[in-house]
């Protein structure tokens, strides 16, 4: 096979760019899977992929998508996977591969390519990957959540902001769901979070304070920056952590060291896939720890599917947040 169909991103330009054509078959390199994708996950890093501006950019032509679930076509003979295996993993494209998800193949990192298993659909294993995993990491590894903690999530309805919602609830924290419309909060409330706040009705700060005193946060999750941080980062209590998890509004903030000094907080960024050659177990433990959640109903993945053909109009919903829980393209 010398080439397969995929979304191809042929000039640094915004994603509306993206065309349906051929792409260049993959060759396998060291540590790397051949992934046939069934689903792909779609994520807001893949619109600052297209048009440059994500931390590492690969050589035009590629093919975004960070996330897939799949069968393994091409393996190394010494992997401990093996052709035909069912696998969810991030794709290369993170830094700087030229094959995403969005395609019929992608090419994944093995470290960072999880079996999934066989009572675990590929929908499911998509919407779960990256998401769960990433909370998972931010609040055991990063904050070291405890008991009874209150924690404020910012843009909770989304992917990754309903799953920390789920597995700060499994540790018995008390949660604070901050999202942007009504809507949203009809999403979040089967979760069960102890606060709901509309930030574009309600004042954040006031909200929270009269729920639970002035400066009672102690672990804040941000993936928004901007104003929504700096209303956030205010909430901490003494020796709070504010977890960084992304900055979804464009507007990458600036702390004052002398704030972070007299109110006795922690800033952690959470990079996940830092992971990959620092201890690889560890998130391979961790995962599939958030499968034997999913398997036994303590976590509920919320996500909507979408055929191929639709990728590109769903990136554009992302952008505008008008999306709830994930979008898998399924082929």
């Known amino acids: 096979m010398n080439e397969y169909k995929a979304w191809v991103q042929k000039n640094v330009a915004p994603y509306t760019e993206l065309e349906f054509s051929n792409m260049e078959y993959p060759k396998l390199n060291q540590n790397e899977l051949i992934i046939e994708t069934q689903a792909a996950t779609l994520n807001f890093a893949d619109l600052l992929l297209s048009s440059g501006m994500y931390q590492s950019n690969p050589e035009i032509p590629f093919v975004p998508g960070f996330e897939v679930a799949g069968i393994v076509r091409e393996c190394s003979s010494k992997s401990k996977f093996k052709t035909g295996d069912r696998v969810v993993a991030a794709t290369t494209v993170f830094r700087s591969g030229r094959h995403g998800s969005f395609g019929e193949f992608c090419v994944a990192s ?3 390519a999880y079996k999934l298993p066989d009572d675990i659909s590929y929908e499911v294993g998509a919407a779960i990957l990256m998401s769960y995993l990433t909370s998972d990491f931010a609040l055991h590894r990063r904050a070291q959540i405890q008991k009874d903690e209150i924690i404020l999530i910012n843009a909770a309805a989304g992917g990754v902001g309903l ?18 419309s009504d809507e949203k909060i009809e999403t979040i409330r089967k979760y069960n979070p102890d606060l709901i706040v509309n930030y574009r009705k309600e004042n954040l700060k006031d909200t929270v304070e009269k729920h639970f005193g002035k ?16 209303q956030g980062i205010k909430l901490l209590a003494s020796e709070g952590r504010a977890l960084i998890v992304g900055f979804a509004s464009g507007n990458i903030p600036s702390q004052l060291l002398s704030y972070i000094l007299v109110k006795n907080i922690s800033i952690m960024g959470v ?4 992971f990959e050659n620092d201890d690889r177990d560890y998130l391979e433990d961790r995962m599939n720890i958030i499968f034997d959640h999913y398997t036994s109903n303590r976590i509920d993945p ?3 599917t979408i055929t191929f053909d639709k990728v590109v109009q769903y990136l554009e919903l992302i952008g505008t947040r008008k999306t709830v829980g994930r979008i898998v393209a399924v082929r």
Request: net charge negative.
């Open 110 to 112: 093995e470290n960072l």
């Open 163 to 180: 799953s920390a919602v789920q597995l700060a609830k499994i540790e018995g924290a008390k949660v604070i769901a901050a999202v942007g």
């Open 215 to 230: 400066r009672a946060v102690n672990v804040f999750y941000d993936q928004v920056g901007g104003d929504a941080y700096e």
């Open 271 to 274: 990079f996940m896939i830092s």
């Open 302 to 304: 919320v996500f909507k």
